[in-house]
């Protein structure tokens, strides 16, 4: 019985908010308007008018960058809990992070190296694909 009246207020609560939805959703379909139109099923896109199809493919470097951009973002986390408690962690806590830290570095030196990073069109590419399109047409 102790069990039913500590239940008992759960239970009056979905009750209501069941009865509340119900409601409204049935309130919605019998006010709402029951004829539609070609107008009426064209996506709104904020007063303009949709053009082309909704799903263009984004260029691979877009994604890499998006990736880059987290994996370097969730190492933020661990530097700054680290500068909230290096006066606890000492030499040896100031050590760990100077390495990680450096492992960072690497890291983004790497990526630079290797254009990981250019997003966009530059002039050693395109001299790297000029130099392959004279070599292939020799």
Not at 88 to 117: R, S, V
Request: no cysteine; net charge neutral; charged share 15%.
């Amino acid at each position: 019985m102790q069990l039913f009246n500590e239940l008992l207020p759960l239970l009056i609560y979905t009750a209501a908010s069941v009865l509340i939805i119900g409601g409204l959703l049935l309130a919605a379909w019998w006010l709402g308007a029951k004829t539609t139109s070609r107008n009426k099923e064209i996506p709104y896109e904020s007063g303009v008018i949709p053009s082309g199809a909704a799903r263009r493919p984004l260029s691979v470097p877009f994604y890499l960058i998006a990736i880059y951009f987290i994996v370097f973002d969730v190492e933020t986390a661990f530097i700054f809990t680290w500068a909230a408690e290096w006066q606890q962690l000492g030499l040896p806590g100031l050590l760990h992070i100077t390495f990680f830290i450096g492992a960072l570095l690497l890291g983004l030196a790497w990526l630079w190296i290797k254009g990981g990073l250019e997003w966009g069109p530059s002039a050693r590419r395109n001299a790297d694909s000029l130099q392959t399109l004279r070599k292939s047409s020799e």
